[in-house]
C-alpha cells in the first residue's frame, strides 16, 4: 500500500506505542486519527505539529461500547475512509492468578480484546465496499507465551493473535490484511514502573541485551502496512526475548 495520503487511525495513541506509530505514520504524508481517554498533552501535540501533515485528536473510552461506535463513525465521517486501523488501546491489571478479581479480568479483556473486535467489525463493513484496507492488532509476547501474573493479559493478547487469523482469512477475498504485532519489553508506560534493577535483570535475558524503543515497534507498523503480500501474520519484536 502507498501510504501517502492514506488515512490512519490509531487507538490508544496519546503516548508510548500508539504515539510513536501515529507519529511514524504521519511523517509517511498520511492523514492519521488518533484517540485516547484524556485531551491531547501538549508535548505530543507539539511533536507533531512538528512533523507537520494532517491529523486529528479524537477522545473516546474504548472500554465503552457505545463510544466505540461512536468513535468509528466519527473518525469515517471526518475523512470518508479508513485505509488503515492500529488496535493498539490496551491496560493491564496485573495480579498473580489465584488472587485475580472478576472486575480484573473483566477490564482487561473489555479493554483489549473487546474494544479491538467492535472497532475493527465498525470499520471493516466499509472497507468491504471499497475493497481494501489494513488492520493491525497490538499483541503482545505474553499472550504467545504467557507470563505469571498476567492471566488475564495474556487472555487478552492471545485472544487478539485468534482474532487477527480469522480477520485475515475473511477479509482476503476482499483486498483486506489483517496482522499483529507481538512486542517485547519495550521501554514504555507500561515498563517506567521497573525499577533500574529489575531491568538490568530483564535485559540480560534478551539477546540484544536491552529494552527496545516504541519507534522501533511503529517501524514495524508501517512496514505491514506498506507491504500488500503479509497476512494473518503475528510480527514478534522483542530483541529475540522468546527464541
Known sequence: MELKNKVVMITGSSRGIGAAIALAFLKKGCRVILNGRHELNAELKARLDHV??????????LANATQVTSLAKKAWDMFGKIDVLVNNAGINRD????????????????????????????????????RQGCIINMASVVGLHGNAGQANYAVSKAGLVGLTKSVAKEGALRGIRCNAIAPGMIDSDMTVALSDHVKKQISKQIPLQRFGEPEEVAKTAVFLAENDYITGQTIVVDGGMTI
Open 52 to 61: 507537520g501533515g494532517e491529523y486529528t485528536y479524537l477522545v473516546g473510552d
Open 95 to 130: 495480579k498473580l492468578f489465584i488472587g485475580m478479581k472478576d472486575a480484573d479480568f473483566d477490564d482487561v479483556i473489555t479493554t483489549n480484546l473487546r474494544a479491538p473486535f467492535f472497532l475493527t467489525q465498525q470499520v471493516l463493513k466499509k472497507m468491504y465496499k471499497k
